[in-house]
């Protein structure tokens, strides 16, 4: 079983190739996977993800999606290159493999721990955010209820002076669709809640 003291010691002096952009795009001519994922596999310093993370299960102990969402958590934008085809029901194209450098992975076994406790802050202040937004927005609702008039697909001409407008439409072929960034030849309506005073649109935004 590989500790976290070995897998430091291996990648320490492992040297990789940190721009394999230079050799160019394109595709194998024995597989369905691009001349840059074929250099990143053969790589001394570069473990794919699924291979690192591996690697970090049987170091630490934790399950695989601990381990998955750790090393995501400490390399957001990992290298990565395409390889494979995506089934039609995801859409088609192809896959993407990412992978792990000496570098991140040695940065990772070394402050393990501390990945562990910082994502565990940064999920807290999350769930935090999450429901103080929640909140703010029950609150603004309540607000609306109680101090303003709710209009529903109304002509732009018959908007409020104090209007906090939610929606905006077009009437298609095939009915009510959101008009936002279309610019058809076509007559917009907007859905909102209007306000009896700017004293009270101006409190309702401040929310």
């Not at 595709?27 to 993800?49: I, P, Q, V």
């Not at 958590?73 to 395409?82: G, I």
């Not at 009510?176 to 309506?189: A, H, I, Q, R, V």
Request: proline content about 2%; aromatic content about 14%; hydrophobic content about 30%.
């Amino acid at each position: 079983m590989k500790t976290l003291e070995k897998i430091i010691e291996k990648y320490s002096n492992k040297e990789y190739n940190s721009d394999n952009y230079g050799i160019g795009g394109g595709l194998t001519y024995h597989k369905f996977t691009s001349n840059r994922h074929e250099d990143a596999c053969e790589d001394a310093g570069k473990l794919t993800l699924g291979k690192a993370t591996a690697m970090f299960v049987k170091a630490t102990g934790h399950n695989i999606d601990i381990v998955k969402e750790i090393l995501h958590y400490a390399v957001p934008n990992m290298e990565w290159h395409h390889a494979g085809k995506l089934p039609k029901a995801y859409g088609g194209g192809m896959k993407k493999t990412y992978f792990l450098n000496a570098s991140e992975i040695v940065n990772i076994a070394i402050n393990w721990q501390s990945l562990i406790e910082k994502l565990e802050i940064s999920k807290n202040e999350a769930r935090i955010a999450a429901e103080n937004q929640k909140n703010r927005e029950q609150i603004k609702q309540e607000y609306l209820q109680k101090n303003a008039s709710k209009y529903t697909r109304i002509e732009l001409s018959a908007r409020p002076e104090f209007f906090y407008e939610i929606d905006r439409e077009m009437n298609g072929k095939y009915g009510w669709f959101s008009s936002y960034g279309k610019y058809y030849n076509m007559p917009e309506y907007i859905t909102g809640w209007g306000f009896d005073s700017k004293e009270k649109y101006e409190e309702f935004i401040k929310l």
